[in-house]
């Protein structure tokens, strides 16, 4: 277009809810900005439909400065969008190209139902973080940075770790939609430091526990999920969860607590 704005076709997912039959819906995005977001994008959208008196498109949003991980959406066959690193918030429509068709989905896992249309149920994860994502010991007033007895690439490895903000799109890249990242991350940013260790095996088999009760699926090492990660964690969490559980099941709690 002779003002720099695009011309796009949308294909979104539209379902009811979790037990009904959804369906991919064809709807233009007509005069958009490349400055906009891909949420910004999808707000223009709905005014129009709200305009014609049609159901505005369901998606979850609330930061929108991609800290916050509810902007769960499968674009073009990817967590987030075509860029790494970052949420659908921070997609901006800059990556995409007049004429372009882009395909919307949501979440595909059978932990993560759908809520209504591109909006899915993603308190697993809090079930799971329920389980054992916590410690008991009285951590008292903030130290000096300097007085904390932690090498600091220790430290920084448990920070890194708890970067996680509990998308999802870990599970949603995953052709087995493992969680494994997600709970690996979860359990390294307190199995890393002095006040996780009380809880440390006992936390891992109770987190990996309600993981498979949940019902997401197996992890067999292909990458996707670092690969989509708007946060880039690393696959090395879970081989330290996947040590963890190994040690707590070799040997007996008492012992392990000793």
């Not at 009904?20 to 400055?35: C, E, F, L, Q, R």
């Not at 059978?110 to 149920?121: C, G, I, N, Q, S």
């Not at 949603?172 to 095996?201: D, H, T």
């Not at 993981?211 to 997401?216: A, H, I, Q, R």
């Amino acid at each position: 277009m002779s003002n720099g704005n695009m011309n796009l076709t949308l294909k979104v997912w539209r379902q009811k809810n979790a037990k009904t039959a959804g369906k991919m819906v064809t709807y233009p995005a007509n005069d958009i900005s490349p400055d906009m977001s891909f949420l910004e994008m999808l707000d223009v959208v709905n005014e129009g439909l709200i305009l014609k008196g049609e159901d505005p498109i369901y998606f979850d949003h609330d930061c929108r400065e991609g800290i916050c991980g509810t902007c769960s959406l499968y674009i073009n066959g990817r967590p987030h969008g075509p860029k790494q690193a970052i949420t659908s918030c921070q997609l901006h429509m800059r990556s995409f190209y007049d004429g372009q068709t882009i395909t919307i989905e949501p979440w595909r896992a059978a932990a993560f139902p759908v809520v209504k249309d591109l909006a899915t149920d993603r308190s697993a994860f809090d079930r799971i973080q329920h389980a054992g994502g916590y410690v008991s010991v009285n951590t008292g007033g903030v130290p000096d940075a300097n007085e904390i007895p932690i090498p600091k690439p220790i430290a920084d490895e448990a920070f890194n770790s708890a970067t996680c903000i509990q998308c999802g799109a870990c599970v949603a890249a995953c052709k087995n939609a493992s969680a494994m990242l997600f709970v690996s991350a979860k359990i390294s940013q307190l199995a890393l430091l002095p006040q996780g260790q009380p809880e440390r095996y006992q936390r891992v088999q109770n987190m990996v526990a309600q993981m498979d009760e949940e019902g997401f699926g197996n992890c067999t090492n292909t990458g996707a999920c670092e690969a989509e990660c708007p946060k880039s964690i690393k696959l090395t969490n879970i081989a330290r969860l996947n040590g963890d559980f190994l040690t707590a099941k070799i040997f007996k709690s008492e012992e392990i607590h000793a």
